[in-house]
């Protein structure tokens, strides 16, 4: 049973940076695609970035130029660099994880999720 475990969350104020790790482990599968997801209060969770095995990636309009998805392999983590964090930013952020080669960025295409990491954006 595949586990993930987020942290680097917190609260910091307009302009700041945080990085978000997700540590995963007990999977056997050598190919998977991960992301991070986030859900605002009263709102949908959304796709804010992922990477598939071979490292390409994509992100939402909202974060680009300003988040970086990354992971390193060898350490089994995944990493989400979120520079110039902005109100709107502030939400429950999640890692997802699922085998496979191909990108991927709809919530029901993930089948193992992490409890997330509370990111908090103050003026």
């Known amino acids: 049973q595949v586990q993930l475990a987020e942290s680097g969350g917190g609260s910091v104020q307009a302009g700041g940076s945080l990085r978000l790790s997700c540590a995963a482990s007990g999977y056997t599968y050598s190919l998977y695609c991960s992301a991070w997801f986030r859900q605002a209060p009263g709102k949908e969770r959304e796709v804010v970035a992922a990477?598939?095995?071979?490292?390409?990636?994509l992100y939402a309009d909202s974060v680009k130029g300003r988040f970086s998805i990354s992971k390193d392999d060898a350490k089994d983590i995944l990493y989400l660099q979120m520079n110039n964090l902005k109100p709107e930013d502030t939400a429950m952020y999640y890692c997802?994880?699922?085998?496979?080669?191909?990108?991927?960025?709809?919530?029901?295409?993930?089948?193992?999720w992490g409890q997330g990491t509370q990111v908090t954006v103050s003026l």
């Open positions: 997802a994880w699922d085998p496979g080669r191909r990108l991927k960025e709809r919530e029901e295409e993930f089948k193992y």
């Open positions: 990477i598939d095995p071979n490292g390409r990636t």
